[in-house]
């Protein structure tokens, strides 16, 4: 698969504030990336689908201006999550479909709000 | 909407037990690839299968594919603690604008 860096690992914020995710896309231009959430010792969830020049696309339940999307290159999408409360907090990942190279995973974002 | 069932969701065995994961499915699907994701870390490929009735091997992991595409086990023989982890499959569709639809994982424990 592609090579994809996700950034940062951990990130404690207070509540109210905002926080920038970054997935780049190290070795395959990316017109797609994929954002989703996991709890603990559960699955992912797609939350939205990031598409280069254009708006993303949110899965159901998902609200867009809470987490605003923005994939202004084909090497980097970033999700920020705006006015971050405690129910907010969890475990980020994007990931990146490199044609017939098959899907790849960013290391995740653990974010914590206080 | 499409959705892929784990079984079981959590598994503790010990080191050198045999064990089969599964994942069921009623839709029919054009890949299905199994993912082993670590505290902490992103989900890693282990395998894709795409032909119905495959089967494909990994060193202790052996993974299967079934005949009508809707279903997949994963078996490990003789488990060893580095094989702790969460295990996810997941089904993808040729031409579908969605993503990968993700099963429910099975959290996998191997004592010493």
């Known amino acids: 698969g592609a090579v994809v860096s996700q950034h940062p690992s951990r990130v404690i914020c207070k509540s109210g504030t905002s926080v920038k995710i970054e997935c780049r896309s190290l070795d395959f231009q990316a017109t797609t990336m994929f954002w989703y959430r996991q709890f603990p010792k559960q699955s992912l969830m797609l939350m939205a689908t990031?598409?280069?020049?254009?708006?993303?696309?949110?899965e159901q339940g998902v609200e867009k201006d809470k987490f605003l999307i923005n994939h202004a290159s084909l090497t980097l999408s970033t999700l920020t999550v705006t006015s971050a409360h405690p129910e907010d907090s969890s475990f980020y990942i994007c990931?990146?479909?490199?044609?017939?190279?098959?899907?790849?995973f960013g290391s995740g974002t653990r974010l914590t709000v206080v | 909407t499409q959705l892929l069932e784990q079984s079981p969701q959590f598994l503790s065995i010990q080191e050198g037990e045999n064990l089969t994961v599964y994942c069921n499915s009623s839709?029919?699907?054009?890949?299905l690839q199994w993912y082993r994701q670590e505290p902490g870390e992103g989900p890693v490929l282990l395998v894709t299968?795409?032909?119905?009735?495959e089967v494909k091997k990994l060193k202790r992991l052996t993974f299967q594919f079934g005949d009508a595409r809707k279903d997949s086990s994963l078996h490990i023989t003789a488990a060893q603690p580095g094989d702790t982890g969460l295990y996810l499959c997941a089904g993808g569709q040729d031409g579908s604008a969605r993503q990968l639809t993700f099963g429910s994982g099975t959290q996998l424990t191997v004592l010493p």
């Open positions: 990931s990146v479909k490199a044609g017939g190279r098959g899907y790849t």
């Open positions: 299968v795409v032909t119905g009735g």
């Open positions: 839709s029919v699907f054009s890949s």
């Open positions: 990031s598409n280069e020049g254009s708006k993303a696309t949110y």
